[in-house]
């Protein structure tokens, strides 16, 4: 797809990989709508940052638990371009719980999880199906985590809402063909980002070590494949780990 002119939809704009994805989108001739939760002035942040590369940008709050508010930044992005093209549901939640320890993992936590995680982006793919469908053009993105592909991450809770997200992609991808293509993002460790500084200086160096570049991705890389998936004519239900090679399948 020819992305000149082009509006996305980028939730958890606020955020370090949203305002990589919002920007990434913009050098290839993409208006953004900038969704938030409670940061606000971040995402007005990137909405500038978008604007400076010559695109329009706006900000939408955005709760995607909530069914109403998903359904309302989706009919604002379109009145507000006259259409949508792409969304990429970046926005999620995560909270650090051992594995083991399955009594702090409690039913409000897992709940909360799941309604971010999986709930939240099937409420926004199935408002944007509509508008998507009518036009016979969409893209849908969603980030996932190599915690959906191998037991880790955050919290189990985590590991397995990301798990769901993957194959909810690719149910989407059959649910919407031939006119909407779905695909899906797997990062491991961000490097750069908020979430990256509260891991221990150690844990971040094994994780570097253990990937086959010695590295980690960046906020950069896995935006360039958001753009790349957005292209394509012929990609849809896939997932693909962005990781250093961290886990070779």
Known sequence: MDLTGKVALVTGGSGDLGAAIAQALAKEGVSVAVSYVGER??????????QALGCQAFTVQLDQ???TMAEEA???????????DILVNNAGWNIGIPFPDLDALTPEVWDRMYATN?????LLARAVARPMRAQKRGRIV???????????????AYATSKAALIHLTRCLAVAL???VLVNCVAPGLIEGTRMAQRI???MLETIRKLALLGRSAT????????VAFCRSESVTGQVLPIDGGLFPR
Not at 142 to 156: E, F, K, M
């Open 41 to 50: 002035e971040r995402a007005e942040q990137t909405a500038a940052a978008v």
């Open 65 to 67: 638990t909530n069914a």
């Open 74 to 84: 989706v009919a604002a992005t379109v009145q507000h371009f006259g259409h949508l």
């Open 118 to 122: 999986v709930r939240g982006p099937y």
């Open 142 to 156: 969603n980030i996932a985590s190599v915690a959906g592909l191998q037991p880790g991450g955050s919290s189990l």
């Open 177 to 179: 063909a031939p006119d």
């Open 200 to 202: 221990p200086p150690a």
């Open 219 to 226: 906020t950069e890389d896995l935006a360039a494949q958001v």
